[in-house]
Structure formats: C-alpha cells, structure tokens
C-alpha cells in the first residue's frame, strides 16, 4: 500500500504503523494565548502551569507482524506524577519505575468513545516513548490492545485514519470527544 503523507508530502511505499495525534491544548486553551497559556514539547505539555500531559504509544499487536500499530496519544498525569517523571526523565533505569496513572485526552477517531479511558503510563529507556496500557474493560481499544488485530483490521484502519480531512465526520467526532474531555475537566481550567 503506498500513501503520500500529508505533513512532509513524500510518498512511502510501506504501510505506516505509527499515527500521532496532536497535544490536547486546542481545546482548553484560545489559539491567541497558546503563547501565554501553554508549554509544548515533542513529548510534555503542560497548560497554565498546572494541567499535565504526556505522549506515549497505544500499541496494538497485528496478528502475524512483529511491528505493532502504534497510537502516538497523549495522556493527562497528575502534578506529582509529571514531577516524578520529570526528575527521572533520562535515568538510565526510568523503565523500572512503576506505572503512573492516567486518563487518555485523545480521540483515536478508529476507536469511538475512546477519550477518558483509564491508563497505565509506563516509563521506557530514556530516548523511547513511554508506553500506555488501557485499563482492561469491554471497549474496543481495550480488547484489540490485549488480544491484537488482523492485518486487514491494520489496513483498515490505516485507510481510515488516511483519509480523514478536516471537515470529515471523523474529524468532528474527534472534536466532539475534545469537547467532552473539557467539560468532564472543565473545573480545572475554570470553564
């Protein structure tokens, strides 16, 4: 399956694995006050100097691949966890640290009602993404993370999150799971 990626334009011949999504900043904090409001690595973003978040991957095995599907996500942590893993972010032996505790922020758009689910936020080797675990319950993305999908469910999907646009359907749900996350959370950033 060869595809043409959207950010850099080059075309690939492979089938991708990974798709990341962007940081959940966009819907708590007004475009004009990213620069005063939000603080945004690759990795960490932290929103007024007291909302946390993470990235890792929710990777999910394919049935007959060595290479999982990864879900580039982003994961809310408390201010004692993001603290914690902050002071241990390149020790060599972060990967031995135990789980931290985490609610999923990102609409997987594949995974409907995906945003909110409980996670366990495992360090890895400094360097690597830590690893997300959704905790184990009846939803789709649970199930598919413990037991793993087919590689026509893979092609799938890759299919799906490829032609989402914008204006697409899958795209207004993401925004919508975005909108429930805030108001959910809403108290914290004073909505």
């Avoid at 708590?28 to 973003?45: F, G, H, K, N, Q």
């Avoid at 400094?126 to 690893?131: Q, V």
Wanted: aromatic fraction near 10%; hydrophobic fraction near 35%.
């Amino acid at each position: 399956m060869s595809w043409k990626c959207h950010t850099c334009g080059v075309e690939h011949s492979e089938t991708p694995t990974c798709f990341g999504f962007e940081a959940p900043w966009r819907s708590i904090v007004p475009e004009a006050e990213v620069s005063a409001r939000v603080e945004l690595t690759p990795d960490l973003c932290v929103v007024d100097g007291s909302v946390y978040f993470i990235r890792g991957h929710i990777e999910i095995p394919i049935i007959g691949k060595s290479e999982p599907l990864a879900f580039s996500v982003w994961s809310s942590l408390s201010e004692r966890s993001f603290e914690h893993m902050g002071e241990r972010w390149d020790s060599p032996d972060r990967a031995a640290d135990p789980p931290y505790f985490g609610w999923l922020c990102t609409s997987i758009t594949v995974y409907p009602t995906s945003t909110n689910l409980k996670l366990s936020v495992q360090s890895s080797a400094p360097g690597r993404t830590p690893i997300f675990t959704v905790e184990p319950t009846d939803h789709q993305l649970a199930i598919d993370q413990r037991n793993g999908i087919s590689i026509d469910q893979w092609h799938a999907f890759v299919h799906e999150l490829m032609h989402q646009t914008e204006g697409s359907e899958e795209a207004r749900d993401a925004q919508r799971g975005l909108k429930k996350w805030k108001k959910l959370f809403g108290r914290v950033f004073g909505a």
